[in-house]
């Protein structure tokens, strides 16, 4: 499970060799160890197989994990019909290395179980989703212990929750709505375990509604279940629906900058008129636009929100409220660090509690203290704006702050 430390990117043989690479090659050595690692971060795949019966709602979901409807440009081919009939990458319309693979259904004439791992490559995926519309049946279950084998994570996804109760709603049935989700889930569970699936991850959604029922306890176990770059990988590319996702994508980010601010004022920093210290303006011009992205403050990403909320988008634009979302250069950012003044940030906030070096390096450059503080007042700008967005575009949701 992947730490919520400051070193969530590093692991403890890479702190080590951080602290060698400084005391023997000094600030440049350092610098161009984190530089590696954030092309590492830049460079990071990640590959999502979604397998289920024909007609479970695989389509549906990859394009609501993707923020996509079925009618847009890259959306997984919905229809009523059968329509995976080999397996089919879909990737991410703003995180390309975010792949999500549609698998046709396993134990058919076409894919018989005896060949399927093979066929569909399972040890090329991080993780799955085996997804039905209905009951389990024993070709699920069987998928289930292929991967098991691999020891790689998979979930268990039904689908379709909202026609189950509205199916109950229409015969006039009494009922409560969580007491037929936890009945309904205990049986799953159940016909599961007695097919030799041992405490199965079972969530119950619906494709359509992207904020109830069991889809955010099920994006909240994705990103629980992976480590260090992976998760970072998922999480910036979910769409910012909630205020918890923006908030998460907040403190990952936040995570970022001291290493941004150390490749900005070492590695490639050149003089700049009208600053005293030396600095790498393309990286922050770069890493603005990143974060506006991972916000999903861009206006792509704002249109899309829009048509998965069926919400105009000039009601979306219209909480958008700063000058981050226009034309980034490195003129802006000139003028956005002539106006920063350096404030204290805390041992914690600097990663001074996992890398004790970067002490070092922020008393002894002004460039990192300089951007690491700009760096941070862009993200918190960004944050405000994606809050308001969020809570415009999905006004019910009960995760916002009254």
Known sequence: MASSSQSAYFSQQEIHQLKVSYEQG????????????????????????????????????????????G????????????????????????????????????????FPMTDYVSTMEFTTYDFFIIISNDRFTENDANVAKEIQNLGKKFYFVRSKIDNSIH?????????????????????ISCSLMEAAISEPNIFLIANFNINEFDFPQLKESLLNNLD???????????????????????AQLKKRIWMLATASGAVGAVPVPGLSFTVDLAILVAAIIDFRKIFGLDDASLQRLANIANKPV???????????????????????????????VSAAEMALDTIPIIGSIFGATASFAMTYTLLTDVLDELVENAQRVVKVAFPTDPGHPQ
Not at 167 to 187: A, H, P, W
Not at 315 to 335: M, S
């Open 314 to 344: 000039g009601n979306l634009k219209a909480e958008v409220r700063t000058p981050l979302v226009g034309e980034i250069n490195t003129e802006f950012v000139k003028q956005m660090l002539m106006r920063t003044s350096i404030v204290a």
């Open 228 to 250: 260090g770059i992976k998760k970072d990988v998922l999480l910036m590319s979910l769409p910012s629906t909630t205020v918890k996702i923006v908030e998460q994508k907040r």
């Open 26 to 69: 000094g600030l440049s050595e350092f610098a161009t160890q984190i530089v590696n690692k954030l092309n590492d971060m830049e460079n990071a795949e990640l590959n999502i197989a979604v397998t289920g019966n024909s007609g479970a709602g695989k389509s549906t979901f990859i394009n609501a994990m993707m923020g996509l409807r």
């Open 71 to 110: 009618c847009d440009e890259g959306a997984a081919k919905t229809g009523f019909n059968e329509t995976t009939m080999e397996r089919t990458p879909y990737k991410h319309p703003t995180f390309p290395n975010v792949c999500f693979w549609d698998l046709p259904g396993a134990g058919t004439l076409k």
């Open 167 to 187: 199916s109950l709603e229409l015969q006039g049935i009494d009922f409560d709505t969580n007491m037929v989700l936890t009945e309904m889930k205990q049986e």
